[in-house]
Nanobody
Framework: VQLQASGGGLVQAGDSLRLSCVAS????????MGWFRQAPGKEREFAAA????????YYPDSVKGRFTISRDNAKNTVYLQMNSLKPEDTAVYYC?????????????????WGQGTLVTVSS
């Protein structure tokens, strides 16, 4: 599975941004897609996940109510709509795919990763 993320950029606090991740290759075995983020000097952390078949969504408390993950199965694309952005949301955002049904909020559960897209939120 190959993943191509896009949509990052420089925005101001309070603005919105939508990230996209296009999956190609052997996507039929994908159980879930996730977004993770990594700020400078920090560990990679979970931002959102969605199951491919049922569309069940998962968020950490830090983004709940502000971020929305969605998917378009026909386009093999996952989106991350980010609203009310804060400076602490600044990070490189990675999309990832997993064939596992457990631990989808943990980066170690993911088999495939995209190249990352930088989101910078200025105050």
């Amino acid at each position: 599975v190959q993943l191509q993320a896009s949509g990052g950029g420089l925005v101001q606090a309070g603005d919105s941004l939508r990230l996209s991740c296009v999956a190609s290759g052997r996507t039929r075995s994908t159980y879930a897609m996730g977004w993770f983020r990594q700020a400078p000097g920090k560990e990679r952390e979970f931002a959102a996940a969605i199951t491919w078949s049922y569309g069940s969504t998962y968020y950490p408390d830090s983004v709940k109510g502000r971020f929305t993950i969605s998917r378009d199965n026909a386009k093999n694309t996952v989106y991350l709509q980010m609203n009310s952005l804060k400076p602490e949301d600044t990070a490189v955002y990675y999309c990832a795919a997993t064939m596992k049904s457990m631990g989808i909020m943990h980066p170690n559960s993911y088999n495939y990763w995209g190249q990352g897209t930088l989101v910078t939120v200025s105050s």
